[in-house]
């Protein structure tokens, strides 16, 4: 993708705020337990990404 072609979006700060917790959150838990290999944790990962950004 060129520069001139990326396209400038405005973000909601609370949104964001609230992805980062949930992914955060959801890092600290695998940390404790280990259920989730580096690939699951990516795929929750987007999916807590997807779920918030609509």
């Known amino acids: 993708m060129l ?3 990326i396209k400038k979006v405005p973000i909601n700060d609370q949104k964001l705020l609230q992805m980062k917790k949930l992914i955060i959150s959801a890092e600290r838990q ?13 795929k929750a990962i987007r999916k807590i990404i997807e779920k918030n950004a609509d």
Request: hydrophobic share 25%; proline share 0%.
């Open 3 to 5: 520069s001139d072609e």
């Open 30 to 42: 695998n940390l404790k337990t280990g259920e989730y290999a580096t690939q699951d944790m990516v």
